[in-house]
C-alpha cells in the first residue's frame, strides 16, 4: 500500500509520516487480495486548525476499480481523525464486499 499525505499548513516530520502508516496500516491488511495483483493509493489531507479546535482530515483510497472518500473533522489531534476516517473506510469496504452491508451479514 502507497500512502502520499500532505499538509498545505505546513510540513511533516519523518515520524508523523510514520504514524500516518501506523494509522492506515489496518485497510492494508484488509485488502490484502489487491496488494499482490494491484496498487492500493491513499491519499491523505491534513489540515490543522492551530488557531481554533477543528482539525480536517480526509482520505482517498484507490485500489482495483474502486475509489472510496472520506473527511473527518474535529477537536481531536489529526492522528485520531486518521483513524476514525480508516475505520470509516473499511466500513465501506465492507458494504463493498460481496456479503453486503455489514449489519445483512451479522443477520441482525
Known amino acids: 500500500m502507497r500512502i502520499r499525505v500532505s499538509s498545505p499548513n505546513g510540513d511533516l516530520s519523518a515520524q ?3 504514524q500516518f502508516e ?3 496500516e489496518k485497510i492494508a491488511r484488509r485488502l490484502h487480495e489487491f ?3 494491484e496498487e492500493i493509493l491513499a491519499d491523505v489531507l ?3 486548525n492551530e488557531e481554533g479546535p477543528n482539525n480536517h482530515v480526509s482520505v482517498e483510497l484507490h485500489y482495483g476499480r474502486n475509489h ?3 473527511t473527518e473533522t474535529g477537536s481531536a489531534d489529526v492522528h485520531q481523525l486518521t483513524r ?3 475505520d470509516e473506510l473499511l466500513r ?3 458494504d463493498r464486499s460481496r456479503r453486503g452491508h455489514s449489519s ?3 443477520g441482525t
Open 16 to 18: 508523523e509520516l510514520d
Open 22 to 24: 501506523r494509522d492506515l
Open 35 to 37: 496488494d499482490d495483483r
Open 46 to 48: 491534513v489540515k490543522e
Open 68 to 70: 472510496l472518500r472520506t
Open 84 to 86: 476514525e476516517a480508516r
Open 92 to 94: 465501506q469496504i465492507n
Open 104 to 106: 445483512f451479514a451479522k
